[in-house]
């Protein structure tokens, strides 16, 4: 699936049709440089998941976790993250579980201790905007790409 991007409230915009197209727990890649609007992205998710306070990227604390009711939600920025074995300390495989969905700025810093994607978020600069490519990779992956095109 691939979106064409504008400006920033279209990336908001994606992020909360995402959201509404994420019904149970997955793993999501967002990859893209600098400044290309992944944690937008992420601040358009959780408005879409119904979270109102401000959303701020987790760049020095790598992880940013959200309550809403009985879901959780992680917003994960390895960016500074210089060898994956950093992340072993941190637990995030434990932070996986049944109902939880990971929102992971910089996935390939997180090498095997990352779960693996449901769903991948590739967003490139254009002339137009952003490109952003959605690619699936799970039985559940497919099912939030299906939900997300029907929106």
Request: charged fraction near 25%; hydrophobic fraction near 40%.
């Amino acid at each position: 699936m691939r979106r064409v991007i504008r400006d920033e409230q279209e990336m908001l915009a994606l992020g909360g049709a995402l959201a509404q197209a994420c019904r149970n727990a997955a793993v999501i890649y967002l990859r893209g440089e600098l400044g290309a609007g992944k944690t937008t992205l992420v601040r358009g998710f959780m408005r879409g998941m119904g979270y109102g306070a401000p959303v701020k990227s987790p760049t020095y604390t790598l992880i940013e976790p959200y309550e809403l009711g009985a879901r959780r939600i992680y917003h994960l920025d390895l960016y500074r993250v210089r060898e994956a074995g950093e992340l072993a300390h941190l637990g995030i495989r434990d932070l996986y579980d049944d109902d939880a969905i990971m929102l992971v700025e910089w996935p390939e810093r997180g090498g095997r201790f990352l779960p693996p994607a449901d769903v991948t978020l590739d967003i490139d600069y254009a002339s137009d905007g952003r490109h952003v490519i959605l690619e699936s990779f799970t039985a559940a992956g497919n099912a939030i790409l299906q939900r997300l095109s029907a929106l």
